[in-house]
């Protein structure tokens, strides 16, 4: 029974072993977590299949303004003699020709002249609209890298506090072996041994927490990055190092101005929009093209028809204009107060962006500085507090309860660096700066 009971155990080793060697592992940092971010990205696939939908809408503009040339024919059978009357003075149509069929072509060229402006608008119109397309996907790109960074400095808290944590849990167990024989020489009650063993079981508590949402936030890495589920993400551990001197806040709103995507997206759909409301007012104009064609026929022992050639200028003018109102003048006239509306809006929005993020970025940047100053004296606290109770000045709880603070506050200072690293990130998104590498 012990020999099989051996043989299970290893078994369970091997297999857990094997599952730990299957887990893939891959060192990333961040801008290189951010590209893999968009070359996997599903709304950047999106927005590339509406970009090739505004560059078709832009090739079938074009088009408009080519030549036109159509071909058509046709045969037709007649089972039954048709009646002929020939009206051609000096010729009989006396008992009339065996027509049983007719054989009949044309060609016919028309190029476009003059139309009011409407090809022109409607070419302009879609140039404006593709680069309004490309824009939105580059303002997309900037929120993508945000949103991997954002996963980036929750998978770095994750991994920093069970490093804090798993540190202070083995010193944690050392202390609980000392308070053990402590007890067991009578120098400490039961009761101060239990409170330690407490306070390692609290720890152990805490870093199930944190593993728990490494697990998830690597998770959550794997498919923003497009990898197997099993990759297991070693983030840079210089991330929170990274940042800039914090300018004027007036400064940020200037860039945000002259550098966001969407505002400049949102200025070629304006430009858009103008060009729609002139090509609605040029139909009410008429359109001029060059016409020509050829024709030919044949019916046997009837008539033959070759070399009919025509040549002329055609002009087309619905009438009905003139008592009909322009319905897409009106609904393009709305459509330029829509985003006329929508620019100021997003304006207003980009001012307040900006300066909230600028608060909470100057905010997380003084947060550091209060939990360095917290960790320091947590830190002495729990010295003092150690020199106390080994001189029997002070009691396990005070001793507890100063090593818990430590724990927190140590854990907290890794978190405002990363916080504040983060912060700084989503200013530059803010503002349309945020460095895609």
Known sequence: ???????????????????????????????????????????LKIDAAKIEE?????????NKQLPELKVSGSYMYLPIKPNIDLKIPGVSAAGGPDVHQVAYGSVNLSVPIYNGGRIKYGIQSAKYLVEASKLST????????????????????????????????????KRDDTFLKLENNGVIARNDRLKANLQTSNIELQLLEAKNNYNIANINMDLLLGLADNTEIEVDQNYIDEGAEVKAVDFYVNEARENRKDLKALAQQRKAAEL????????????????????????????????????????S?????????????????????????????????????????????????????????????????????????????????????????????????????ADAALAYRKLLQTTGTLTIK
């Open 1 to 43: 029974m012990k020999r099989i009971n051996n043989s299970v155990i290893a078994l369970s080793l091997f297999i857990g072993m094997a599952n730990t060697n299957a887990q893939e592992k891959k060192q990333l940092t961040l801008d290189e977590a951010v590209q893999l971010g968009i070359q996997n990205s599903k709304s």
């Open 138 to 173: 580059e303002n997309d790109k900037i929120a993508i890298a945000y949103n991997v960074a954002q996963a980036y400095n929750n998978l770095f808290k994750a991994n920093q506090s069970i490093k804090v944590l798993e540190e202070n849990l083995t010193a944690s167990q």
């Open 54 to 62: 505004a560059t078709a809408d832009l090739l079938e503009a074009k």
């Open 276 to 315: 729609g409301s002139k090509s609605a007012k040029a139909e009410n104009l008429p359109s001029i093209a060059f016409t020509g064609g050829y024709v030919a026929a044949d019916i046997p022992k009837f008539l033959t028809l070759y070399n009919a050639v025509n040549v002329g200028v055609g002009i």
């Open 317 to 417: 003018y619905n009438l009905s204009n003139l008592w009909k109102e322009n319905s897409s003048l009106r609904q393009s006239q709305a459509r330029e107060k829509q985003l006329a509306a929508n620019d100021e809006l997003l304006n207003d929005n980009i001012k307040l962006d900006v300066n909230r993020e600028y608060q909470n970025t100057d905010y997380s940047k003084k947060r550091i500085v209060v939990y360095e100053k917290a960790a320091e004296q947590a830190n002495e606290n729990y010295r003092i507090t150690k020199n106390k109770y080994d001189n029997g000045l002070a009691t396990m709880t005070e001793l507890l309860d100063a090593d818990a603070a430590q724990i927190s506050s140590n854990v907290g200072v890794i978190n405002a660096k």
